[in-house]
């Protein structure tokens, strides 16, 4: 875990978002939390590191994304090398990720 980013006021971000219920709650709160470019931002790469591990190729995640390669590499290097918390969401939601409900 990178220490840089370990402090109160993150932890006390975390400790409010674990407390969200439900989806519309989520939509809610980082409404009110970030800009529009910031959310569509964080979903962006979520949507690249999803279909990195599902083996997209980059120019198949850019033309479905929009993200560009610079991006894309920056998730996968996160994939790759990180502290494994997108493998962790991912294998929470399982079959989900590859068969998303709509």
């Keep these: ?18 407390t969200l219920e439900s989806r519309e709650e989520c939509y809610r709160f980082f409404e009110d939390l970030c800009t529009v470019n910031e959310l569509l931002s964080l979903s962006q790469r979520y949507e690249v590191a999803s279909m990195l ?5 980059y120019l198949e995640i ?6 560009s390669t610079a991006t894309i590499s920056r998730v996968n290097r996160s994939l790759n090398y ?10 929470r939601l399982g ?5 998303p409900q709509t």
């Design 95 to 99: 079959d989900r990720l590859t068969h």
């Design 53 to 57: 591990s599902q083996k997209k190729t």
């Design 1 to 18: 875990m990178n220490e840089k980013i370990k402090t109160q006021a993150v932890d006390h971000l975390f400790d409010a978002v674990l």
């Design 62 to 67: 850019a033309e479905k994304t929009g993200a």
């Design 82 to 91: 990180g502290d494994d918390g997108y493998a962790l969401v991912f294998g």
